[in-house]
């Protein structure tokens, strides 16, 4: 916990980086901390992401034939997304903290014509895959791999078409509340949403695409 206290709450950081700016950019500094600080504790007292996501499967269209439900799994420890921020250099946002504490990860479960259910693809990643994902990626731009410097961005999910990721950009160490989507192909990055609460909405009624 430790480490995430120190990228968000600003009495951890030493007075020389408050002080020394324009006192401008420190005022928009500080009104960015509390509004992430605001978002932290909305969704730890309000927001319950399974009944979010089971509410969404249930409201949109299904396909004849084909059924969908989320697969939700045992929560993360707080602990372990110190240790995956640390590990990434990245402070996570608050949305996608309480939802991993809250589920670690949630798996897309399909069934064809009555049959049994099988899993089709993760709707987000489990914190152990965020950290896998973006390790590999970082480590691809540093052996020139990638032109692009992923150290900017956390992925927290994929399309599961054309390699195509989304992520949370990076500023100042801390991920944004906003959610983008990275075409590898192209190498283009677009904004998608503007909260993991939307993109939820979005991704799975289709009113989102890539």
């Known amino acids: 916990m430790a480490?995430?206290?120190?990228?968000?709450?600003?009495?951890?950081?030493?007075?020389?980086?408050?002080?020394?700016?324009?006192?401008?950019?420190v005022s928009v500094r500080?009104?960015?901390?509390?509004?992430?600080?605001?978002?932290?504790?909305?969704y730890r007292t309000r927001m319950n992401w399974r009944k979010l996501i089971t509410g969404i499967y249930e409201s949109r269209h299904q396909q004849p034939g084909i059924a969908g439900k989320p697969e939700f799994h045992p929560g993360t420890s707080a602990a372990s997304i110190a240790d995956a921020e640390a590990a990434l250099n990245s402070a996570m946002p608050?949305?996608?903290?309480?939802?991993?504490?809250?589920?670690?990860?949630?798996?897309d479960m399909m069934a064809i014509d009555g049959g049994d259910w099988f899993e089709s693809m993760w709707l987000l990643?489990?914190?152990?895959?965020?950290?896998?994902?973006?390790?590999?990626?970082?480590?691809a731009h540093e052996?020139?791999?990638?032109e692009r410097d992923f150290s900017h961005l956390?992925?927290?999910?994929?399309?599961?078409?054309?390699?195509?990721?989304?992520?949370?950009?990076?500023?100042?160490?801390?991920?944004?509340?906003?959610?983008?989507?990275?075409h590898p192909i192209m190498d283009e990055l677009d904004d998608l949403a503007p909260s993991l609460e939307e993109f939820l909405r979005g991704w799975l009624t289709s009113t989102i695409s890539v």
């Open 125 to 139: 990643w489990k914190i152990e895959e965020v950290v896998e994902q973006n390790r590999f990626f970082r480590t």
């Open 154 to 182: 956390v992925f927290f999910a994929g399309a599961r078409t054309d390699g195509i990721l989304f992520a949370f950009p990076v500023v100042d160490g801390v991920c944004d509340s906003r959610v983008v989507v990275w």
């Open 3 to 25: 480490a995430y206290l120190n990228f968000r709450l600003p009495r951890n950081r030493p007075a020389a980086s408050l002080f020394s700016a324009h006192p401008g950019a």
């Open 143 to 146: 052996e020139g791999k990638y």
């Open 30 to 42: 500080r009104s960015a901390e509390l509004q992430r600080l605001a978002e932290k504790e909305h």
């Open 94 to 107: 608050a949305s996608l903290r309480s939802l991993l504490l809250e589920t670690n990860g949630v798996m």
